[in-house]
């Protein structure tokens, strides 16, 4: 079992920039990692994904070209690197670890979640 703590989230303006880093408590060599989104009234939904090695990625089509995801397996962290923000880039973020599968934006495919992080964009 692993756990995912987010950070890096805060309130930036239309065009700005976040990164976001998902600090795992274990080795997050064996797991795929990925990151979602939720907005207010709105449900859960993929932002990103990497495989094991972070050689395969994938991303929702919302955010292609604007952010990045990454990881450090040495670090043990996963990250999300957001450029050109939008305002309907307001959610909140979610960090998620999955056993199986590769960059996949399947919900199902993941075992672990973090609690987290806001993102604010304003306009």
């Known amino acids: 079992q692993v756990q995912l703590v987010e950070s890096g989230g805060g309130l930036v303006q239309a065009g700005g920039s976040l990164r976001l880093s998902c600090a795992a408590s274990?080795?997050?060599?064996?797991?795929?990692m990925g990151w979602f989104r939720q907005a207010p009234g709105k449900e859960r939904e993929f932002v990103a994904g990497t495989d094991y090695i972070g050689r395969g990625t994938a991303y929702a089509d919302s955010v292609k070209g604007r952010f990045l995801i990454f990881r450090d397996n040495v670090k043990n962290t996963a990250y999300l690197q957001m450029n050109s923000l939008k305002p309907e880039d307001t959610a909140v973020y979610y960090c998620?670890?999955?056993?199986?599968?590769?960059?996949?934006?399947?919900?199902?495919?993941?075992?672990?979640w973090g609690q987290g992080t806001q993102v604010i964009v304003s306009s």
């Open positions: 274990g080795r997050i060599s064996s797991y795929v």
């Open positions: 998620a670890a999955g056993l199986y599968g590769g960059a996949t934006n399947r919900q199902a495919s993941y075992n672990y």
